[in-house]
């Protein structure tokens, strides 16, 4: 019989923390991908419906690009060399620091996890088309936001989280 009551507790919590990120980044990937098979299957490509006139449209755009386009000019092999290296660096830094964030962090843990999702939605999106899907298309006036999708959403809301935590400064010892 083991004579230490928390022998296991360590690997345990791991477990825990990685079952964490597995629920968290998988429900991102399940809701961006399925958005992206509903536009991709019932939208074509470029047609815009409008949901909140004069602010929301649902909006069937394939983006060659990284954010905001970048690099969507660029040839088709190099950016997407570019572009498969840089997300799946990304997806390993995300992982190396969820990995290093202690228990007592669980915002800032959340926080990676969704960018953890949401490159990894994005990425696999790169790996089937070349391109992401994107469709959430917000505007007012002649000021337009470049459409985006959960996948980004995810990532920007968990670069808020982590922004937050450095500026407050509440980033783990």
């Given amino acids: ?20 990120l597995a ?37 069937h755009i394939r983006n060659p690009g990284g954010a905001f386009g970048l690099l969507a000019e660029a040839s088709p092999f190099l950016r997407n060399l570019m572009f498969l290296f840089i997300s799946s660096l990304a997806v390993g830094l995300i992982f190396w620091f969820y990995k290093k964030t202690p228990p007592s962090h669980p915002i800032l843990a959340s926080g990676f996890a969704l960018i953890f999702g949401g490159a990894i939605g994005n990425l696999i999106d790169r790996i089937r088309f070349g391109k992401v899907v994107d469709f959430l ?10 459409a985006f999708n959960i996948a980004d959403s995810a990532i920007s809301i968990g670069i808020g989280i982590f922004a937050l935590h450095l500026l407050l400064k509440k980033m783990p010892d």
């Avoid at 345990?12 to 964490?20: A, L």
């Avoid at 047609?47 to 909140?52: A, D, E, G, P």
């Avoid at 298309?137 to 470049?146: A, K």
């Fill in 1 to 20: 019989m083991d004579s230490n009551p928390t022998a296991g507790t360590g690997v345990e919590r791991m477990r825990n923390k990685y079952i964490k």
């Fill in 23 to 59: 629920i968290g980044a998988g429900l991102i990937i399940v809701v961006d991908q399925i958005t992206k098979v509903l536009i991709s299957n019932f939208m074509p490509e470029h047609q815009s419906v409008s949901v909140i006139p004069g602010l929301f449209n649902i909006t």
């Fill in 137 to 146: 298309d917000f505007f007012v006036g002649n000021l337009h936001w470049p």
